[in-house]
């Protein structure tokens, strides 16, 4: 069987090091639409981190995320990843990204699920170039580390929801990314799936050491599965341990203070 590594300490021109974070945000701050989104945000990844970001509708998770990886420009504050301002970065292929509804698309799509990961080697090949054939091999090998290689050949729109989140995560982690980012992946995947997927993030994270930061709404879930828990409502309320976040009261404040809670989703 082929093997698929991604390793936090990959090659890069970045200059993280185990003692500098792979994503740090010094005072973020948001508007949309004349609305405070972030305010003073500082927040830190560290290599080998599995950091669950949770918070009520509305509290500027996907903006949070979205500014981290520069697709937002915060309006104040600085972003850094791998040690450079975002702003310069360039090795987006150190990066895997599944963004909200991942699998919300056309069930006739007219593509393979190998065609589906073996995208996700652009960023490496580059845009002008054919996939070589250890772009295939990294395809394969990544479609093997999720349990969906017998599904290589197989329409994208064929499969069920829980398999077609598994074959989005392949293709963010065909580059072989240090840092992997998912936006509530587990919306519209049945429990099996939810159980069998969360067991993939625990072996990418402890056996592979891929640095994780996942946001969703599943707050119990979330809490037993990461190693560290950010609480967000427009500003971080808490970033620490999961058992701190629960001997402290953390979660529980911050879902039951209404003063808190954020109507508007973004």
Not at 203 to 227: F, K, M, P, Q, W
Not at 241 to 250: K, M
């Amino acid at each position: 069987m082929r093997t698929f590594e991604a390793s936090p300490t990959a090659s890069t021109a970045a200059s993280a090091t185990p003692a500098s974070p792979l994503v740090a945000l010094e005072h973020v701050c948001f508007r949309y639409g004349g609305e405070q989104v972030l305010h003073e945000v500082n927040l830190e990844v560290q290599i080998g981190d599995f950091l669950g970001i949770i918070g009520p509708n509305g509290a500027g998770k996907t903006t949070l995320l979205r500014i981290m990886l520069g697709l937002a420009r915060s309006e104040c504050g600085h972003v850094r990843l791998f040690g450079q301002d975002v702003r310069a970065f360039r090795d987006w292929h150190q990066i895997g990204y599944v963004p909200q509804k991942a699998v919300a698309f056309e069930a006739r799509f007219p593509a393979s699920v190998f065609e589906v990961v073996l995208s996700g080697r652009t960023g490496v090949a580059g845009l002008a170039r054919r996939f070589s054939a250890a772009d295939r091999e990294a395809a394969l090998g990544a479609l093997e580390t999720v349990g969906m290689a017998e599904y290589r050949d197989r329409l994208i729109g064929r499969l069920s929801s829980g398999q077609q989140q598994r074959v989005f995560i392949a293709r963010a982690l065909a580059s072989q990314p240090a840092l992997l980012v998912l936006d509530e992946p587990t919306v519209g995947v049945d429990v099996e799936a939810q159980e069998q997927f969360y067991g993939l993030l625990r072996r990418l994270n402890r056996e592979r050491g891929t640095t994780l930061v996942l946001v969703s709404h599943d707050v119990g879930v979330i809490a037993a599965e990461v190693t560290r828990l950010a609480c967000l409502n427009r500003t971080l309320v808490f970033h620490g341990s999961p058992e701190e976040a629960i001997r402290t009261g953390a979660i529980a404040r911050m879902y039951r203070d209404d003063s808190l809670l954020v109507t508007h989703r973004h």
